[in-house]
């Protein structure tokens, strides 16, 4: 069963192991360095559909789907579909995953969501309440748009701390199982908010979140920052990099040698028009289950915290004067199941 380590850490007794995973996107993230481990590149950004809406919950059915495949498992062999989108009453999820079903439970933590879905899935197999579940989001840069910001005709400008939310979706298929990679432990993150009201600056809103989360984490455990291959964030982009590595730094964290970020990973930023980097559910999900899943399997990769962010806002608070409230949850993924971690370098 799952056992606390400290006040907040989950530290799992018998590790879900994640069989398989997939990753969509579409052209923007085909053309960014990790274009070759998309599972799945849909140059139609509609994805067959006649609308934004419908084509992002087209994405997160292939995905789920071509996970599953992966793995050699059909939907009703699943008990569990843990998933959420930016979306409001996670539409996404729910339209692109009503064919499959699957038992289906609707999380939102915003671009956080895949850290959440991992978690909680992981906790329901460790109280083997499931054999298998299934972990996904996804996002969708103009469904965002339309939602978040403006219609893409009004032509807004952005600002150089906007991130571009990625048309992108990841999915992950965890078992009670001995396949690398496993899912050790995870601590839920806190609502977090220092009163930053900007829309267009999620980065500086979304750091505090993942400091506090890191800071908890280390402190339950007595690690050290330096056990860890890596530390990924998704999606600070650069302005919350950057701030994410001051505040951990006068915490006595101090990141430099290990810290990577999925908004910053996703895109080319000197050659695509990013700006400050990549954002939206789907960033830190393809990211994931692209490039650094199969790492972990591989043992390039032996431990890795994955601290997704996310900003709990909606247009309507915003536009009310409301600050961005943010969280970060982390999950600890490691190639062994047990024992103690050691740095290993990737």
Not at 125 to 149: D, G, K, P, W
Not at 244 to 260: I, K
Request: net charge negative.
């Amino acid at each position: 069963m799952a056992l606390r380590k400290g006040k907040n850490t989950i530290l799992f007794e018998n590790p879900p192991s994640i069989r398989a995973w997939a990753a969509i996107g579409s052209t923007m993230e085909a053309q960014g360095p990790l274009g070759g481990s998309f599972d799945l590149i849909e140059e139609d950004a509609y994805f067959g559909q006649d609308s934004w809406e419908k084509a992002e919950s087209q994405m997160q059915e292939r995905v789920v789907r071509r996970a599953l495949e992966k793995a050699g498992f059909s939907s009703a062999q699943v008990q569990g579909a843990f998933a959420g989108d930016l979306l409001n009453q996670c539409v996404s999820s729910t339209y692109g995953l009503r064919a499959l079903g699957i038992p289906y439970v609707g999380l939102f933590g915003a671009c956080s969501t895949m850290a959440e879905s991992l978690l909680t899935a992981s906790v329901f197999l460790e109280a083997r309440a499931m054999e298998r579940a299934v972990a996904c989001t996804s996002s969708h840069f103009c469904t965002a748009e339309r939602q978040f910001r403006f219609p893409l005709e009004y032509g807004g400008q952005r600002p150089p701390t906007a991130q571009w939310t990625a048309t992108a979706a990841g999915a992950a298929v965890l078992e009670r199982g001995e396949r690398p990679p496993f899912v050790r432990g995870a601590v839920v993150g806190t609502i977090q908010d220092l009163g930053i009201s900007d829309a267009a600056n999620m980065g500086a809103a979304m750091a505090p979140a993942a400091a506090d989360t890191l800071k908890r984490f280390f402190e339950d455990t007595g690690m050290r920052p330096q056990a860890f291959d890596l530390v990924v964030t998704g999606d600070l982009g650069q302005v919350g990099f950057d701030l994410l590595r001051e505040l951990m730094a006068r915490e006595g964290h101090p990141l430099d040698h290990c810290q990577a970020d999925c908004g910053l990973m996703l895109y080319d930023r000197e050659k695509q028009d990013v700006h400050a980097g990549a954002s939206g559910c789907g960033c830190s999900a393809s990211v994931l289950c692209g490039h650094l899943l199969p790492l972990l399997r591989q043992g390039t990769l032996k431990n890795l915290l994955f601290v997704a962010t996310g900003a709990l806002m909606s247009p309507t608070v915003v536009q009310q004067g409301e600050s961005i409230a943010a969280i970060a949850h982390l999950v600890w993924l490691s190639h062994d199941r047990s024992g103690e971690v050691k740095s290993c370098r990737y």
